[in-house]
């Protein structure tokens, strides 16, 4: 049991290192051409890690009946519209009363025109401790309206 917590935390700690797309909610609908915030959520990590940037993209799901789970969508090749590209500078807000968020970004990008499934993807680019590269691809499906 004690080792099976060990390993948990552990896991949990690497995991910590990695970011969350906080805003929009997966499967959110946004209007075509309008603006949106995305949040971009960096957990705090037990051990220090140094932010070198983030990528922000929007492409359209595949028009095949998996649509976007169709496995042979690879996102990493098809990140489509840049939507930001630069650096990240995740903050506590101090907000009032507290919101309990992680630190975080909040960047305003502009939906594309077309309406559909689109995959918002967030690619992030980290050096972890000892100088671990750490490079992570979040998305999810967005409906565009
Ligand atoms: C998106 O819009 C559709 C159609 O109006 C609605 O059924 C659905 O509940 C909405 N989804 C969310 C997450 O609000
Ligand atoms: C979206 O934001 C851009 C840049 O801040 C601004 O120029 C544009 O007017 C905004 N568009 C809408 C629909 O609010
Ligand atoms: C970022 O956006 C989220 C969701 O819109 C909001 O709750 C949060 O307070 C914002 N954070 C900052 C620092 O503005
Ligand atoms: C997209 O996100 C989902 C849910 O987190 C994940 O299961 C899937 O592997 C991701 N796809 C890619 C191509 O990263």
Redesign the pocket.
Known sequence: MKSFFVLASFVAACFAQGIQIGAP?P???ITVGSNFTVEVDRPESLTGSEEVAIIIGINECPQTAAGCNDPTFDIQNNIGIVLYEGPFNPQFDNSTPPDHKPPHQNFTVTAPGTSGEWYLSVSHLSIVAAGNVLFEIKNETL?L?
């Open positions: 909610l499967n959110s609908n409906n309206v």
